[in-house]
């Protein structure tokens, strides 16, 4: 069974930590993604990864930054933490495989709460 | 992500009738689209996929429509349940080699005993 898995179902940090939130795919997807879920906003996409150590930027990536040392493994950094980062993170994969097939498998989110 | 919307935020029905939740999009590049079902607590999960070449798909309970002409897509749910309550979002992708969808806004199903 596919799995994409996030580190911490829930989270909560002080304003200005520094504040890692980590994902780990067990289906060997070369493509991998972080949104973030806030209500009647839907999910928009802060970075994303389509191969080990590359990365593009998102519509949000402000105040967010990303690593991808691994294939398997895609971490979202903020580098210090605001109040108006509280949020739901859900990070994602997907294979490329050519054509339109490429539909995206879902971690279960970590709710990040900034105080 | 602006081109994806949704008719109507929220959706009630009672259990075993029909349900249809719409998608409108404005990319007329994008090729290909999905549904998304995400429940309370839990990530998106794929229900059912189509491509621009096709008019509608049909899977277990579900059926995609998509009317390219007015830029329109649709999810139909075949005798709800209330298992099927959960937003629901649809995605868009652009075609040209981009694996990176857009989505809307989402569809909250209620589903009535």
């Known amino acids: 069974d596919v799995k994409v898995t996030q580190s911490s179902r829930y989270l909560v940090k002080r304003t200005g930590e520094k504040v890692f939130l980590e994902c780990v795919q067990d289906m060997d997807h070369e493509n991998m993604f972080w949104y973030r879920q806030d209500p009647g906003l839907g999910l928009r996409l802060i970075y994303f990864s389509y191969d080990v150590k590359m990365k593009e930027k998102g519509d949000i990536p402000e105040g967010y930054s990303v690593s991808r040392e691994k294939k398997e493994r895609f971490s979202l950094i903020l580098e210090s933490a605001s109040t108006n980062q509280t949020s739901m993170y859900l990070c994602a994969s997907s294979t490329r495989t050519g054509g339109n097939n490429e539909k995206l498998f879902f971690g279960s989110g970590t709710q990040l709460s900034v105080l | 992500g602006e081109s994806v919307g949704l008719h109507l935020p929220t959706l009630s029905v009672q259990e075993g009738d029909n349900s249809i939740i719409n998608c409108a999009y404005s990319?007329?590049?994008?090729?290909?689209f999905i549904w998304y079902k995400q429940e309370s607590g839990k990530g998106p999960q794929f229900i059912i996929d189509?491509?621009?070449?096709?008019d509608k798909r049909q899977g277990q309970r579900v059926t995609v429509l998509l009317n390219k002409t007015v830029k329109h897509l649709s999810l139909q749910i075949a005798a709800t349940q209330p298992g099927d309550s959960a937003v629901y979002f649809c995605?868009?992708?652009?075609?040209?080699?981009?694996?990176?969808?857009?989505f809307g806004r989402g569809t909250s199903l209620i589903v009535h005993p």
């Open positions: 189509i491509r621009s070449n096709m």
């Open positions: 990319n007329s590049a994008s090729d290909y």
């Open positions: 995605a868009e992708r652009v075609g040209g080699g981009s694996y990176i969808p857009t």
